[in-house]
């Protein structure tokens, strides 16, 4: 069947996530929720990725993909079909969980890191390179509480949500992983600037995350 790629708008795109699944043969589709496209159903796809944007999860009124997104997301995590969801896509799979996603207290924006938590460090995913901490990029105000039943995987010091895991196959990243030069390039001019060093350490440190999570499917 192939994987699916639930993409919001057209400069926050699948980045390394789609270059590592170019690269390991793996058949997946982009699935454009600003084109209008429909969202798939769980028996479509073997594994999903659902990637950032500007809305909220709460903005369902306006935005009705999203009730269909976190539809599809707790099918998936139901089938125990691996799910990775990036920053909006985190919060979706918080609230397919059954957690309430709202605004926090302040934009954590740009070049950054997180720590992991003990829990974080035993993860293949998100411990196997050996670092306590991860060089990522921030881009929300919007959080959660982590899901009952989810194991909490890295914090920052201004929220705690920043990556979970649901079972053993649904991971949750506030943070955006898939940065690389030509992602982080049209995100100049829209409140987003990263400096040459700055993008290769999260792509770096992404680009790990990225191998690591498709290596377990």
Same mark, same amino acid.
């Given at each position: 069947?192939?994987w *699916?790629?639930? &993409?919001?708008?057209? =400069? ?7 270059a590592? /699944? ?11 929720m ?17 990637m950032?944007?500007?809305? %909220? ?6 935005? $009705?993909?999203l009730?269909e997104?976190?539809?599809?997301? #707790?099918? /998936?995590? #139901?089938?125990?079909?691996p ?7 985190? +919060? ?6 059954? $957690?309430?996603?709202? +605004?926090?207290?302040?934009?954590? +924006? ?7 938590? @003990? !829990?974080?460090?035993?993860d293949?995913?998100? %411990?196997?390179?050996?670092? !306590?901490?991860? #060089?990522?990029?921030? =881009?929300? &105000? ?5 899901? !009952? %039943? ?11 949500? +920043? ?10 990243? &506030? ?5 690389? $030069?030509?992602?982080? #390039?049209? =995100? ?6 990263? *400096? !040459? ?5 999260? @792509?770096?440190?992404g ?9 377990? /499917?």
């Amino acid at each position: 069947m192939g994987w *699916g790629i639930v &993409q919001h708008v057209g =400069w926050e795109g699948p980045g390394l996530i789609a270059a590592e /699944m170019e690269r390991r043969g793996m058949g997946y589709r982009v699935y454009r929720m600003d084109l209008g496209e429909a969202v798939p159903g769980a028996e479509e796809l073997d594994g999903v990725v659902v990637m950032g944007g500007p809305m %909220g999860v709460y903005e369902g009124e306006r935005h $009705a993909y999203l009730r269909e997104e976190i539809r599809l997301l #707790a099918e /998936m995590v #139901a089938g125990e079909k691996p799910v990775l969801g990036v920053c909006l896509g985190a +919060q979706l799979l918080a609230a397919a969980l059954g $957690a309430r996603v709202y +605004q926090g207290p302040g934009m954590e +924006q740009g070049a950054g890191w997180v720590e992991l938590t @003990e !829990a974080g460090r035993e993860d293949w995913v998100l %411990g196997g390179g050996g670092e !306590a901490r991860l #060089a990522v990029v921030h =881009w929300h &105000q919007d959080t959660f509480p982590l899901p !009952a %039943g989810a194991t909490r995987l890295a914090s920052s010091e201004l929220y705690a949500q +920043q990556a979970f895991r649901a079972g053993t196959r649904a991971y949750g990243l &506030q943070f955006h992983c898939e940065v690389d $030069a030509a992602l982080a #390039a049209g =995100w100049r001019g829209r409140g987003l600037e990263l *400096g !040459a060093a700055e993008v290769e350490r999260v @792509e770096g440190a992404g680009r790990g995350v990225v191998e690591r999570f498709l290596s377990l /499917m």
